[in-house]
């Protein structure tokens, strides 16, 4: 890594402190500050760089030659080796070969084949809790398909499956930089769940036509190596669980706020791939990642350095005004919401985006015609290094 | 305006205008018919858009090699007149393409 008393000529110094916990609560005043700085910000706080603007993210996510994965997509060092292996942190031809594997049960067609299963289990769950009237759209909406139906078709062994909502968001704090207490706290929770990788998803205690068996059967083919394999094991649960729970919560959330918004999708419900991308984009649950600078290059007008670490931040890239009309409104008739960054982009994009928006879907599919609006009565804000959502948004819907 | 019909899975026919430059599925959204999901937005990335095109009047886009691959994984099998709804963009020259929305999305 660079001095961080060194930055690169024309990097705009900056004393902010992303990841101190009001401004892990409310990013966003932060965030506009920087970009409006300028297009390279240098962290002092952290000695790492951060692009805050949407042009230079999207080229930044284009060119994973000079912006490697395989060099870490965290914050910090120690969780970069812990992660190494794993298809989030590889850079072609590595990662082509993994991602060919882990895609496998989220293409279209392997999709097409879960989404009645997932439809019924979400009308019978909505139809239960608006018959209670009063829920916890963050746990009891939210929660359902990705810890029940996506669990099982990965098919961890059900021992220590259920420590998973716990490990995931560990692992997400574990992005920090080093110096944050969050990060430190969390380290030993991830070993936990390192632990659980190598020693319990293994061949015989996995469920044998499962997502993550079929891991193993790929190494057997020699698609990927067998040392590949524990590693490639959090692929599907980590990234999975949080930021579809979140994703959903926040439409809730939205619409709450927004009844004119929920009337025009009730209107109108093939817009709802829209409605998810506007929430997506407006309240990112991946906030931020970072890329690892493999040779010296050129952006916003600034030469960073090879050896240096930049911070990847979709949740402030996606309300640019540079980019956006109306950045912090949530419409969702926006034209150009597809063009949010809130599911990556390039060769990282999300593997697991058409799975999220098939769950949220089906949720929203039988929300819509039982409920003519939602009643916000308390919400409150989870705390993550890098996810960003509500831990609990208890609504009454009419 | 030029128009699209679409043959939904039920057999009904919806005749839509649409607006020159826009993409089939859009606009097949954007007048309610769900039958159509259109589920990444046009971006290549879904395949939910899948349409059989039953008559073009004009010369459609060629397929690229990302809508070709993305057409071997379609859930209802690919034929010939296979094609991803999201890359055809209305022209006049199209006026009157009959498209049919397969069974599986
Ligand atoms: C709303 C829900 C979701 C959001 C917002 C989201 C967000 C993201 C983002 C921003 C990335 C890019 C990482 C990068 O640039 O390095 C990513 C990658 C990834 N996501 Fe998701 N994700 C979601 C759901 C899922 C689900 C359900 C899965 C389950 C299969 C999943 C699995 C992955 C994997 C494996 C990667 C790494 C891809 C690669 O490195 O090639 N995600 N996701
Ligand atoms: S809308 Fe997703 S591929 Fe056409």
């Not at chain 1, 049960?105 to 979400?122: D, F, G, I, M, Y």
């Not at chain 1, 956006?324 to 809130?342: K, M, V």
Request: net charge negative; aromatic share 6%; glycine share 6%.
């Amino acid at each position: 890594m660079t001095n961080p008393t060194n930055p690169a000529r024309g990097a705009v110094s900056s004393s902010a402190r992303l990841f101190d916990t009001e401004n892990l609560i409310n990013p966003y005043p932060l965030y506009q500050e920087l970009r409006d700085a300028g297009p390279v910000i240098w962290l002092e706080a952290y000695g790492l760089y951060m692009l805050p603007r949407y042009a230079e993210t999207k080229q930044a996510l284009e060119d994973w030659e000079s912006f490697s994965s395989a060099g870490g997509v965290t914050m910090n060092d120690e969780m970069n080796e812990k992660l190494r292996g794993g298809l989030l942190c590889s850079d072609p031809p590595r990662h082509d070969a993994l991602r060919k594997v882990i895609e496998r049960p989220v293409t279209p067609k392997a999709l097409s084949q879960l989404r009645n299963r997932v439809a019924e289990e979400a009308k019978e769950l909505v139809i239960r809790l608006v018959e209670q009237g009063s829920f916890d759209a963050a746990t009891e909406l939210a929660q359902h398909l990705p810890v029940t139906i996506v669990s099982d078709l990965v098919g961890l062994p059900e021992k220590g499956r259920e420590r998973m909502l716990a490990w995931a968001p560990a692992n997400f704090d574990c992005f920090g930089p080093a110096n944050s207490d969050r990060t430190k706290a969390a380290m030993p929770i991830v070993g936990e769940m390192v632990n659980y990788a190598f020693t319990q998803c293994v061949p015989g205690k996995l469920k044998p036509d499962g997502w993550a068996q079929m891991i193993w059967d790929a190494a057997e083919r020699g698609e990927v190596s067998v040392e590949d394999a524990p590693f490639m094991m959090n692929d599907y649960m980590g990234p999975s669980l949080d930021t579809t729970i979140f994703a959903t919560t926040w439409l809730v959330w939205l619409f709450a706020k927004h009844p004119d918004q929920w009337q025009k999708l009730r209107d109108n419900p093939a817009l709802i791939p829209s409605a998810i991308n506007e929430a997506v984009r407006l309240h990112s649950p991946i906030q931020n990642f970072s890329r690892y600078v493999a040779k010296d290059v050129e952006i916003g007008g600034v030469t960073l350095p090879a050896g240096s670490r930049v911070i990847i931040a979709y949740g402030s890239a996606n309300r640019d005004e540079r980019k956006w009309d109306n950045p912090t409104e949530f419409d969702i008739l926006r034209r150009d919401s597809n063009d949010h960054l809130g599911f990556g982009h390039g060769e990282h994009n999300c593997v697991g985006k058409n799975l999220a928006r098939l769950e949220i879907r089906a949720l929203l599919t039988e929300l819509l015609p039982r409920v003519e609006r939602f009643e916000l009565l308390e919400a409150q804000i989870f705390h993550n290094n890098i996810l960003h959502g509500l831990q609990s948004c208890r609504v009454t819907v009419h | 305006m030029p128009k699209a019909t679409y043959i939904l899975p039920d057999g009904s026919k919806n005749t839509l205008a649409v607006p020159n430059g826009q993409s089939l599925m859009e606009a097949a959204i954007h007048n309610g018919l769900t039958a159509i999901l259109g589920e990444c937005g046009g971006s290549l990335a879904c395949a939910t858009c899948h349409c059989f095109v039953e008559d073009a009047p004009g010369p459609l886009p060629e397929i690229s090699d990302h809508e070709d691959a993305m057409l071997d994984m379609t859930a209802t099998d690919r034929t010939e007149q296979s094609r991803l709804s999201c890359q055809i963009i209305m022209s006049d020259a199209l006026d009157g393409i009959v498209l049919r929305v397969p069974d599986e999305m």
